[in-house]
Nanobody, 120 residues
Framework: QWRLVESGGGLVQPGGSLRLSCTASAFPLQYHSIGWFRQAPGKEREGVSCISTKSSTTNYAASVKGRFIISRDDAKNTVYLQMNSLKAEDTAVYYC?????????????WGEGTLVTVSS
């Protein structure tokens, strides 16, 4: 079963930055919209950002707009999430999956997630 793989999580201080990566060894990301989603303790999973094929369209949740940047490098079969000005409320497990860009809706091939902790 195909599954995407997330990496890049860790512990960072408020105001800091992290870059997450989403890749797959045998799954060509270039033909799919790919998104990032997160789930904080005790909360439902929410859409963070999605990027369409050929980077034609991007979408962001209001809570991260202006701080996070999604991008893709199809030659490396990787989608990135650059997270800047991190806040404590960004603490969550971050997942990537195929998505419906304009709806920030996750679809399939969910990864196992990478933990981001924002704390001083």
């Amino acid at each position: 079963q195909w599954r995407l793989v997330e990496s890049g999580g860790g512990l960072v201080q408020p105001g800091g930055s992290l870059r997450l990566s989403c890749t797959a060894s045998a799954f060509p990301l270039q033909y799919h919209s790919i998104g990032w989603f997160r789930q904080a303790p005790g909360k439902e999973r929410e859409g963070v950002s999605c990027i369409s094929t050929k980077s034609s369209t991007t979408n962001y949740a209001a809570s991260v707009k202006g701080r996070f940047i999604i991008s893709r490098d199809d030659a490396k079969n990787t989608v990135y999430l650059q997270m800047n000005s991190l806040k404590a409320e960004d603490t969550a497990v971050y997942y990537c999956a195929t998505c419906v860009t304009l709806r920030l809706q996750g679809m399939s091939f969910w990864g196992e997630g990478t933990l981001v902790t924002v704390s001083s």
